[in-house]
T-cell receptor
Framework: GQQLNQSPQSMFIQEGEDVSMNCTSSSIFNTWLWYKQDPGEGPVLLIALYKAGELTSNGRLTAQFGITRKDSFLNISASIPSDVGIYFCAGLVSGSARQLTFGSGTQLTVLP | AAGVIQSPRHLIKEKRETATLKCYPIPRHDTVYWYQQGPGQDPQFLISFYEKMQSDKGSIPDRFSAQQFSDYHSELNMSSLELGDSALYFC???????????FGPGTRLLVL
């Protein structure tokens, strides 16, 4: 089955710093989604990417759909304490099977 | 904006009991997905429904069944519960033509 390798597994950064995380796969995906999850809550959609090479921003967040369709990255600029949480990438192969394949998550801690 | 609604939010059951989880998708969303997330794990796809028909099946145990009703809400029925079924169960929904899945807040199931 498809697998997503997400890195880093965890990050400790100072408030105000920028952070970057990425996902890679040996399989091609047609859609990349980035979610943030707080403990005990559901994943909240941050950014959706639909085209290879697409670069999309949402406030301080920027994500790109890799040109090979096998990778994606998420950048957060000027981190703030409320950025703390687990960030998941998720890939989708279009067609009859619309199940998301998730990365293993990046635990982000922002230090004051 | 309306979000995915799940009930109950918390559920405690004993081994070999049954449980029913409910999901109400975002209005005008016709596809519902169920995911299971174990402690420290990423969400794993269980099953999905489109227009009240099962559309895709993932790693759902035979003890579990699900259906989507005429009002598009969905129920996940879990029988002969085992300790290993303790997890967060998420429902997500999407509308036809969109690859983007929006998650509910989840049901935390604890099997004792």
């Amino acid at each position: 089955g498809q697998q997503l390798n997400q890195s880093p597994q965890s990050m400790f950064i100072q408030e105000g710093e920028d952070v970057s995380m990425n996902c890679t796969s040996s399989s091609i995906f047609n859609t990349w989604l980035w979610y943030k999850q707080d403990p005990g809550e559901g994943p909240v959609l941050l950014i959706a990417l639909y085209k290879a090479g697409e670069l999309t921003s949402n406030g301080r967040l920027t994500a790109q759909f890799g040109i090979t369709r096998k990778d994606s990255f998420l950048n957060i600029s000027a981190s703030i304490p409320s950025d703390v949480g687990i960030y998941f990438c998720a890939g989708l192969v279009s067609g009859s099977a619309r199940q998301l394949t998730f990365g293993s998550g990046t635990q982000l801690t922002v230090l004051p | 904006a309306a979000g995915v609604i799940q009930s109950p939010r918390h559920l405690i059951k004993e081994k070999r009991e049954t449980a029913t989880l409910k999901c109400y998708p975002i209005p005008r969303h016709d596809t519902v997905y169920w995911y299971q997330q174990g402690p420290g794990q990423d969400p794993q796809f269980l099953i999905s429904f489109y227009e009240k028909m099962q559309s895709d099946k993932g790693s759902i145990p035979d003890r579990f069944s699900a259906q989507q009703f005429s009002d598009y809400h969905s129920e996940l029925n879990m029988s002969s519960l085992e300790l290993g079924d303790s997890a967060l169960y998420f429902c997500a929904s999407s509308r036809i033509g969109s690859e983007t899945q929006y998650f509910g807040p989840g049901t935390r199931l604890l099997v004792l």
